[in-house]
């Protein structure tokens, strides 16, 4: 894989913040949480990237248990998919 541009780097973590938020927002009311924290971090490496997503989901009320790592991961098939079209997108 060629190396993430800056403007990549800037889609990529677009791409994981915004699913992230999407998904729980389309899940649970934005009025029920007190706070959503979603970090993104993106280590751009010569052969790839690493990409770290947490959350942190401030609510009096109970919430699904794995409404987090749902939005993780689709977060990260949303990450894939914009990659793979990237990638094709270079040949």
């Known amino acids: 894989m060629i190396k ?5 780097v800037e889609q990529v973590i677009d791409i994981a913040y915004t699913t992230c938020e999407k998904y729980i927002l ?4 934005k009025k029920t949480f007190e706070d959503i924290t979603i970090t993104i971090d993106l280590e751009s490496l010569d052969e790839g990237f690493d990409l770290d997503i947490s959350i942190d989901l401030d609510s009096d009320i ?22 793979d079209n990237r990638n094709k997108s270079l040949r």
Do not use: H, N, R
């Not at 993430?4 to 990549?8: A, F, I, R, S």
């Open 4 to 8: 993430l541009t800056d403007e990549e």
């Open 26 to 29: 389309g899940k649970v009311s």
């Open 62 to 83: 109970q919430l699904p248990e794995d409404l987090s790592q749902t939005a993780v991961d689709k977060s990260l098939e949303a990450v894939d998919e914009y990659i």
